[in-house]
């Protein structure tokens, strides 16, 4: 393989092997993936859209990297820190109740 990317680890010149199995994917929101989802999960996030205003499911929608949920618990993955802000700041009580669960975390 073709050596193509150069990067310093302990202030030393390193050059890393390109390989070509490796792609990258545009974001698609997380309601054009609904049928990556389990029913429950796709439940909630129509609730969710039906109880939020719309510049915030917005938000939501377009950040959201992944949803898990166990039981009363539940995990968001977003892209950044301030998309992290807003969605608990403005949308955690609907996000609970639309999901039916008492702990939520979001993560960035």
């Known amino acids: 393989m073709a050596k193509e990317a150069i990067g310093f680890i302990d202030n030393k010149i390193i ?3 390109a390989h070509s199995e490796i792609t990258t994917e545009r974001f698609v929101p997380v309601m054009d ?3 990556d989802f389990s029913e ?3 439940n909630g996030l ?3 859209k039906e ?3 719309g510049e915030d499911f917005s938000y939501f929608n377009d950040n959201v990297v992944n949803i ?3 039981g009363k618990w539940m995990i968001i993955l977003v892209y950044s820190q301030r998309m992290k802000t807003l969605i608990e ?3 955690l009580k609907n996000i609970m109740s639309a999901f039916q669960v008492e702990f939520v975390r979001v993560s960035a």
């Open 15 to 17: 050059e890393f092997e």
């Open 33 to 35: 993936r609904l049928d």
């Open 40 to 42: 429950e999960i796709k």
């Open 46 to 48: 129509l609730k969710l």
């Open 51 to 53: 109880l939020s205003e």
């Open 68 to 70: 898990n949920k166990s």
């Open 89 to 91: 700041y403005k949308m």
